[in-house]
């Protein structure tokens, strides 16, 4: 489970209590006061803002900023070759961790052939010799 959390390969929208999947990045460009808003970058960038198709469309930028839409539809990226990789892994790690190691029987096995075959199906009676008579 926390293998999972770690290299989750799904993305959500970076906006704050929003828990949609992210299907556009936003990529501030501060020095021609410019936002681009494109398809969803193949791979998590820093300083990018990955948005759901609500924020999308709905983002605005500051007052004097320039925004740029590349795309007015958003598709979500199909996953990286990293991406399904990193599931792989995941996979793999959590089924190491499931498969219990085999340990070996702990009660005592008794085949056929240990087992005298002949047992007495009555017990026998028969008096012993007092052999306390010199006392
Ligand atoms: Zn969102």
Not at 24 to 48: I, M, Q, R
Not at 87 to 111: F, Q, Y
């Amino acid at each position: 489970m926390v293998a999972w959390m770690i290299v989750n390969p799904i993305r959500k929208c970076s906006r704050q209590n929003c828990h949609e999947k992210a299907v556009a990045t936003l990529t501030y460009g501060y020095d021609d006061a410019t936002a681009v808003l494109g398809p969803l970058s193949p791979t998590p960038e820093p300083g990018a803002f990955d948005l759901c198709v609500q924020h999308a469309h709905s983002v605005t930028v500051p007052r004097g900023w320039t925004m740029i839409r590349l795309v007015t539809e958003f598709e979500p990226a199909p996953p990286s070759d990293s991406d399904l990789m990193a599931l792989a892994n995941a996979i793999r790690e959590t089924s190491k961790r499931e498969v219990p190691p085999p340990a070996r029987a702990t009660r005592e096995i008794h085949r056929p052939t240990d087992v005298p075959t002949h047992r007495p199906t009555n017990p026998v009676l028969r008096v012993v010799p007092d052999t306390d008579e010199d006392l």
